[in-house]
C-alpha cells in the first residue's frame, strides 16, 4: 500500500453513516445537472458516491485527478436528494469531500480571497455602510434580519426592503458571516464555528434573503430558528392584491432552499397573489450559479444557464424572480448578455417595489 493510500484510509473523510446510506439504485440520475450536461456515471451523485468510497478506503489516492475534478464540477444542488429513497444527504458528504479535496492552497485560487473577506466582520460592515444596506435597529422582538456578506454590496436593496417591509425586524449590522460560503468550499469546521457564532450573536428567530445561507444556518443551529424572506413575508400578511396590469412573472428556486429546506410553495404564493404567474419547467433545477460554481466551472455554469436563458426568453416575462443572491446576479448576467426584456429582481424588492 502507497503512502497516498495509507493516508487517504487513516484520515476517515465522510460520515460513515452518511457514505453506507447509498444503495446505488440510480434514481439521482435523471435529477443530476452535470449528468446530464456529460452523460458520464461518474459525473453523478451515485458515480460520485462511488469515488468517494474508493478514496474512504484507498482504492483511489486524495490527489487523483478525478476526484478532483468531480469534486469540482458537482454544483451541489442536492436535487438529487428529493428523489433518493435511501434518503441520502448527499449535500453533507459533497462538503466532507470538499474539505479534503479543497484544504489550504488545493483549495480553488479564485474562492480564497472570497473566504478571507468573510472571516472580516469589519470588512463586511464597511461594505454595508459604503453601500447603504440595511441600518442598526432594536426592537422589542427577537426576530432579527440576517444581512448576507455579499448582498450587502451587491445587492443592498434586499435588506432595506425587507427592513421597510416588516419594520419589527431588528438590524444589527455588526453580525458577521453564516459561514454558508465556507462549507460549501473545503472549510466544513470554519463554516460550523461561524453559523454558531451567528446564532448567538442574533437571538430568536433570524430571517434570511438567500436559501443557501437560509439552508447552511438552519442545519447548524436549528430549523426552528431559522426563516427564509419569502416564509416571513406569507406569515405577516404582506400586502399582495395585484396592480391593475398584472406583469408577467416568473421564478427561480434557490436549490438549497428547496431541496435542503422543502421551501418553495411560499415564493410562489405571494407571486400568484400579486401578478401573473407563469411556471418554468426548469425553475426547480440549477441555474448554474450555485455559489461560487459560475467562478470556478465557468464554462459549465455558462452551458446549464443559456438553456435557462432560453426558457425565460420562450416565456415571454416581465420579471424573473429570484430568491437567493447568487442566482439573482446569474440570471442579471444571463438576461443582459441576451439583450432581453425580462428583468431578474429579488422576491424582496419586488414586493417592496409594488408599494407606494
Same mark, same amino acid.
Given at each position: 500500500?502507497?503512502?497516498?493510500?495509507?493516508?487517504?484510509?487513516?484520515?476517515?473523510?465522510?460520515?460513515?453513516?452518511?457514505?453506507?446510506?447509498?444503495?446505488?439504485?440510480?434514481? *439521482?440520475?435523471?435529477? +443530476?445537472?452535470?449528468?446530464?450536461?456529460?452523460?458520464?456515471?461518474?459525473?453523478?451523485?451515485?458515480?460520485?458516491?462511488?469515488?468517494?468510497?474508493?478514496?474512504?478506503?484507498?482504492?483511489?489516492?486524495?490527489?487523483?485527478?478525478?476526484?478532483?475534478?468531480?469534486?469540482?464540477? +458537482?454544483?451541489?444542488?442536492?436535487? *438529487?436528494?428529493?428523489?433518493?429513497?435511501?434518503? =441520502?444527504?448527499?449535500?453533507?458528504?459533497?462538503?466532507?469531500?470538499?474539505?479534503?479535496?479543497?484544504?489550504?492552497?488545493?483549495?480553488?485560487?479564485?474562492?480564497?480571497?472570497?473566504?478571507?473577506?468573510?472571516?472580516?466582520?469589519?470588512?463586511?460592515?464597511?461594505?454595508?455602510?459604503?453601500?447603504?444596506?440595511?441600518?442598526?435597529?432594536?426592537?422589542?422582538?427577537?426576530?432579527?434580519?440576517?444581512?448576507?456578506?455579499?448582498?450587502?454590496?451587491?445587492?443592498?436593496?434586499?435588506?432595506?426592503?425587507?427592513?421597510?417591509?416588516?419594520?419589527?425586524?431588528?438590524?444589527?449590522?455588526?453580525?458577521?458571516?453564516?459561514?454558508?460560503?465556507?462549507?460549501?468550499?473545503?472549510?466544513?469546521?470554519?463554516?460550523?464555528?461561524?453559523?454558531?457564532?451567528?446564532?448567538?450573536?442574533?437571538?430568536?428567530?433570524?430571517?434570511?434573503?438567500?436559501?443557501? *445561507?437560509?439552508?447552511?444556518?438552519?442545519?447548524?443551529?436549528?430549523?426552528?430558528?431559522?426563516?427564509?424572506?419569502?416564509?416571513?413575508?406569507?406569515?405577516?400578511?404582506?400586502?399582495?392584491?395585484?396592480?391593475?396590469?398584472?406583469?408577467?412573472?416568473?421564478?427561480?428556486?434557490? *436549490?438549497?432552499?428547496?431541496?435542503?429546506?422543502?421551501?418553495?410553495?411560499?415564493?410562489?404564493?405571494?407571486?400568484?397573489?400579486?401578478?401573473?404567474?407563469?411556471?418554468?419547467?426548469?425553475?426547480?433545477?440549477?441555474?448554474?450559479?450555485?455559489?461560487?460554481?459560475?467562478? =470556478?466551472?465557468?464554462?459549465?455554469?455558462?452551458?446549464?444557464?443559456?438553456?435557462?436563458?432560453?426558457?425565460?426568453?420562450?416565456?415571454?416575462?416581465?420579471?424573473?424572480?429570484?430568491?437567493?443572491?447568487?442566482?439573482?446576479?446569474?440570471?442579471?448576467?444571463?438576461?443582459?448578455?441576451?439583450?432581453?426584456?425580462?428583468?431578474?429582481?429579488?422576491?424582496?424588492?419586488?414586493?417592496?417595489?409594488?408599494?407606494?
Amino acid at each position: 500500500m502507497s503512502e497516498d493510500t495509507t493516508s487517504a484510509v487513516s484520515k476517515n473523510v465522510f460520515s460513515k453513516d452518511l457514505l453506507d446510506a447509498c444503495i446505488s439504485c440510480g434514481f *439521482c440520475l435523471p435529477a +443530476c445537472p452535470t449528468y446530464a450536461l456529460t452523460g458520464q456515471e461518474q459525473s453523478s451523485p451515485r458515480g460520485r458516491i462511488t469515488l468517494m468510497r474508493m478514496l474512504e478506503t484507498g482504492e483511489l489516492p486524495a490527489d487523483d485527478s478525478t476526484l478532483a475534478e468531480e469534486s469540482s464540477l +458537482c454544483l451541489g444542488c442536492r436535487a *438529487c436528494e428529493t428523489v433518493c429513497p435511501a434518503g =441520502v444527504q448527499y449535500g453533507h458528504l459533497l462538503e466532507e469531500w470538499r474539505d479534503e479535496q479543497w484544504s489550504g492552497s488545493k483549495r480553488p485560487w479564485i474562492v480564497r480571497p472570497l473566504l478571507q473577506v468573510a472571516n472580516r466582520k469589519w470588512v463586511l460592515r464597511l461594505l454595508g455602510l459604503a453601500r447603504r444596506s440595511a441600518r442598526k435597529r432594536d426592537t422589542s422582538t427577537q426576530t432579527t434580519l440576517m444581512l448576507g456578506c455579499f448582498e450587502r454590496a451587491l445587492f443592498p436593496s434586499v435588506s432595506r426592503n425587507l427592513a421597510a417591509l416588516d419594520p419589527t425586524l431588528a438590524v444589527d449590522p455588526d453580525q458577521g458571516c453564516c459561514g454558508a460560503l465556507h462549507a460549501h468550499n473545503g472549510d466544513l469546521e470554519q463554516g460550523r464555528d461561524l453559523a454558531r457564532a451567528l446564532g448567538e450573536r442574533l437571538p430568536g428567530t433570524i430571517v434570511t434573503t438567500s436559501g443557501g *445561507c437560509a439552508a447552511h444556518l438552519a442545519d447548524v443551529i436549528g430549523r426552528d430558528r431559522v426563516v427564509e424572506a419569502s416564509e416571513w413575508l406569507l406569515k405577516q400578511n404582506t400586502d399582495t392584491a395585484k396592480t391593475e396590469r398584472p406583469l408577467r412573472v416568473g421564478l427561480q428556486d434557490s *436549490c438549497h432552499l428547496r431541496n435542503g429546506l422543502g421551501v418553495w410553495q411560499e415564493p410562489r404564493e405571494l407571486l400568484g397573489r400579486t401578478a401573473t404567474y407563469v411556471e418554468l419547467p426548469s425553475a426547480g433545477s440549477c441555474c448554474g450559479a450555485a455559489g461560487t460554481y459560475a467562478l =470556478v466551472r465557468k464554462k459549465e455554469s455558462k452551458a446549464i444557464l443559456a438553456k435557462k436563458i432560453a426558457e425565460i426568453e420562450a416565456a415571454d416575462l416581465d420579471l424573473v424572480i429570484a430568491v437567493n443572491p447568487g442566482c439573482l446576479r446569474q440570471l442579471q448576467t444571463g438576461l443582459r448578455k441576451s439583450k432581453s426584456r425580462t428583468k431578474a429582481v429579488h422576491i424582496v424588492d419586488y414586493l417592496r417595489g409594488r408599494q407606494p
